[in-house]
Each structure stands twice: as C-alpha cells, then as structure tokens.
C-alpha cells in the first residue's frame, strides 16, 4: 500500500512491429519522457523482451527510479481462456505468454492492453475526442484496429476482442488475411492491405503513402482509390449502423490522407441506415504518440 501512495509516475510502453516507444507521464497526465527504440522483431521474442527492457530502463532512468504503474499496449490480445497472446500482426509474439514474460523481465507488475484500445482511450481522454461520450477509434496502419471508449472507459468485452473492427469480414471471397479467414477490413483499407492490392494490379512495390499522394493516376489506378475508399465507407458505416458512436477518431499512418474526411467520409454516409448522417470522423490529435500515453493512462489503473 506504501508504494501506491507514492506512484508519481505512469510508465507507458507501445510494442509495435518495428518500434518499441515508451513515455513517462506524471500524476497530472504530462508527458515528461519519450523514447523509441527498434522492435527487431525478426530477430526474435528473447530480442523483443530486451528491447523493450531497454525502452523501460530509460525511462525508470529518467524518473530517478521513483515509484510507478506501467501500461503496455500490443497488438493483438490475450486469450482469457490460454492467458496467450493471439491476434497479434506481429505474429512471433502469438502463442506466448506476453504479460508473463514482460513482467518477468521488467520484475513489475504490469497490465497488458491491445494498442487499437490504447490509442482509442488517449484520444478520448487527451486528444480529439475528448469532448464525445462514445468514441470508436480506428487505426490504420500496417494493419487495422478498433477501440471503443464509453464515458472514458475502454469497452473491453468479456472475451477481451472489444473493436477488433479490421478482422470483421466484409467480402467472403476477398484477399487472404493473416489471421487465416478471407477479405477482412484490415486485408483492404490497412497499409499492406493497399499496398498487396497494388502489387497484384500494378506488378509494382509502392508503399500506400506514396500512392495515395500522387499527382494524377492511371484509369486502373483510380480504380485502386475507389476500390479502397469503397471498402473505406463500407467497413465504418457498419460501425455506425451498429453502435451509432458520437464520433470516430482515425490513427495510424493513413489518417494523415485528407481525402478520408472528405471523399472517404462521403462513400461512409452512403451505406448509413438512416435519412441523414452526422457522425464526426475526425483525425487524431495525439499522433504517434497516442498508443503509448494510452498504454501509460491503463498503467495507472493499477494505482488508481
Ligand atoms: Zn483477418
């Protein structure tokens, strides 16, 4: 009980594919220390771990050892059933005891989040939807997650897949994905999801940034775009349907792309069940950091 008078500080770690970022938070919610480091995920879960030892000792450094909570978010969950992680695009870590094995190496107690729920509950609680009651935060990177935030809570669910959005499936007969069923949301409006379209259409390698910001396009092209803002609309507005958010927040290296809010915003509206749409789909206000402030504000859960 001693130390949890004393927690002055929430430790949050975001585990990603290729970076591992963690930040300080003080008791007032400021970050006060960030740093980044390489995943290496292709070198293994051991690397992993020491990595992200490594993130967790910078920032333990710059607090001057002083008492504190921390939060990791990752993708994937842990099953309530197995205490394993699955789920995960960063497909090594599957299958292991995750939280285990973090609070091992960093011989704390931790808790252990999905980072889509991370980045939804720090945009809700910090960023831009701070002044909505039912937020549904969406991340499009190289994959595609989903966090819903009622009254600053994170919705979690009682089998912990709360906003496991990219992994609904909307064509059946679509692309493979990962996770071993076909055409899920993430396998169309993610970044790799775009960037496999392209390469089977254009027999080219061309990252979904870059394609979505040139000049002008070729007729099939154009048909790429339109194929991804379709999809685009057609995932959301089942979110809409079903729930009816009071707003959704976009992250991940995609939100960046201004069209999402207006073209894209547009093919949502089309599909809504209803005679009007008014739904705000908003960018994030916390960029990259919004994982891991998320990951420090579920952290200090365990002191609060
Ligand atoms: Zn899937």
């Not at 002083?66 to 993708?75: C, F, L, Y």
């Not at 209803?274 to 402030?293: F, Q, R």
């Amino acid at each position: 009980m001693a130390e949890r008078r004393l927690t002055k500080f929430h430790i949050g770690i975001d585990l990603g594919g290729t970076k591992i970022e963690v930040a300080a938070l003080n008791k007032t919610h400021d970050v006060i220390f960030r740093e980044r480091v390489e995943t290496g995920a292709n070198k293994g879960t051991e690397h992993i771990l020491n990595q992200i030892f490594k993130a967790y000792q910078s920032a333990t450094q710059y607090i001057k050892n002083a008492a504190h909570s921390v939060g990791v978010g990752a993708p994937g969950s842990i099953s309530t059933k197995s205490g394993l992680l699955r789920n995960s695009n960063t497909t090594c870590l599957n299958g292991l005891p995750l939280q285990k094995l973090i609070e091992k190496k960093l011989n704390t107690k931790l808790i252990l989040e999905n980072d889509a729920n991370c980045f939804a509950l720090a945009e809700a609680i910090m960023g831009a939807a701070i002044n909505y009651n039912l937020v549904f935060g969406v991340i499009m990177g190289t994959g595609c997650g989903g966090g819903f935030v009622i009254n600053k809570q994170l919705r979690i669910g009682p089998q912990l897949i709360a906003g496991e959005w990219g992994h609904s499936i909307i064509n059946p007969m679509g692309p493979k994905c990962y996770c071993g069923k076909q055409g899920c949301v993430e396998t169309y409006i993610s970044g790799s999801g775009l960037e496999n379209d392209i390469k089977k259409n254009l027999k080219k390698h061309i990252t979904a940034k870059d394609f979505l910001n040139q000049k002008s396009y070729s007729q099939v092209e154009k048909k790429i775009i339109d194929n991804f803002y379709y999809y685009f609309g057609l995932s959301l507005s089942n979110i809409i349907n079903i729930i009816d958010p009071d707003v959704i927040v976009l992250g991940g290296g995609l939100s960046q792309q201004k069209e999402l809010y207006s073209y894209g915003k547009q093919e949502v509206y089309k599909n809504i069940f209803s005679d009007y749409c008014m739904t705000p789909i908003i960018k994030n206000k916390l960029g990259d950091s919004a994982g891991v402030i998320g990951a420090a504000l579920i952290g200090a859960k365990l002191v609060c």
